[in-house]
């Protein structure tokens, strides 16, 4: 079992910056891929990007350029950098954990954090 904490949403302005963390915790879970999700308003919960062990990070073409993940093995935590916001990244921000990784990238795991919400203002 994983246990996943997020914090860090918040109301911002487009164009503005906000940096998201999802800390891990669990007994028998090491640095393994994790995934940041986003549900919108009507739509379905999607991939924004996810993380290997070794830090390796990939994006979906919405983000990129834009958001950076980002973990600190230490801490358990993974992090999401956002910037240069626009009113359509507003949705609940997802932690996923337990997920594979391949070269294409992160596919969904079986653990979820509880969301936070992030708004962009235009």
């Known amino acids: 079992q994983v246990q996943l904490v997020e914090s860090g949403g918040g109301l911002v302005p487009a164009g503005g910056s906000l940096t998201l963390s999802c800390t891990a915790s669990s007994r028998n879970y090491g640095p393994g891929a994790m995934g940041w999700y986003r549900q919108a308003p009507g739509k379905r919960r999607a991939l924004v990007g996810g993380?290997?062990?070794?830090?390796?990070?990939n994006y979906v073409d919405a983000v990129k350029g834009r958001f950076t993940i980002s973990r600190d093995n230490s801490k358990d935590t993974i992090y999401l950098q956002m910037t240069r916001l626009k009113p359509e990244d507003t949705a609940v921000y997802y932690c996923?954990?337990?997920?594979?990784?391949?070269?294409?990238?992160?596919?969904?795991?079986?653990?979820w954090g509880q969301g936070t919400q992030v708004t962009v203002s235009s």
């Open positions: 996923n954990a337990a997920g594979t990784w391949t070269e294409t990238g992160y596919s969904q795991g079986d653990f």
């Open positions: 993380i290997n062990s070794r830090g390796g990070a």
